[in-house]
């Protein structure tokens, strides 16, 4: 499974924006997707993850309410709405994905994720 990353870029605190994540390869098989931000210095970080299938969600606490992760099958894309945004959401996005159909306990580990996009930058700021 290839995973292509696009949408970053600079936006001001309070505005919206949608990352996308295409998918190819493989993609009818992948169970679980998710999305990770990184930031210089720091661990990459949990943001949002789901099944593929769209049975299940869940989101850090930090972008809960805020952002929402989704996909389309029909474009085998997935997506993060990103609204409500605010400095400390800048960093560099990465999709995520694997076949194996995590419980939400395990969606937040980096090391349970096989396949990545290449990063995209967001930039919150005035």
């Known amino acids: 499974v290839q995973l292509q990353a696009s949408g970053g870029g600079l936006v001001q605190p309070g505005g919206s924006l949608r990352l996308s994540c295409a998918t190819a390869?493989?993609?009818?098989?992948?169970?679980?997707m998710g999305w990770f931000r990184e930031t210089p210095g720091k661990e990459r970080a949990f943001v949002a993850a789901?099944?593929?299938?769209?049975?299940?969600?869940n989101y850090d606490h930090s972008v809960k309410g805020r952002f929402t992760i989704s996909r389309d099958t029909a474009k085998n894309t997935m997506y993060l709405q990103m609204n409500s945004v605010r400095p400390e959401d800048t960093a560099v996005y990465y999709c995520?994905?694997?076949?194996?159909?995590?419980?939400?306990?395990?969606?937040?580990?980096?090391?349970?994720?096989?396949?990545w996009g290449q990063g995209t930058l967001v930039t919150v700021s005035s």
């Open positions: 995520a994905a694997t076949m194996k159909r995590l419980i939400t306990s395990s969606r937040s580990a980096s090391a349970q994720y096989d396949y």
């Open positions: 390869g493989r993609s009818f098989s992948i169970g679980t």
């Open positions: 789901a099944r593929w299938d769209g049975s299940s969600t």
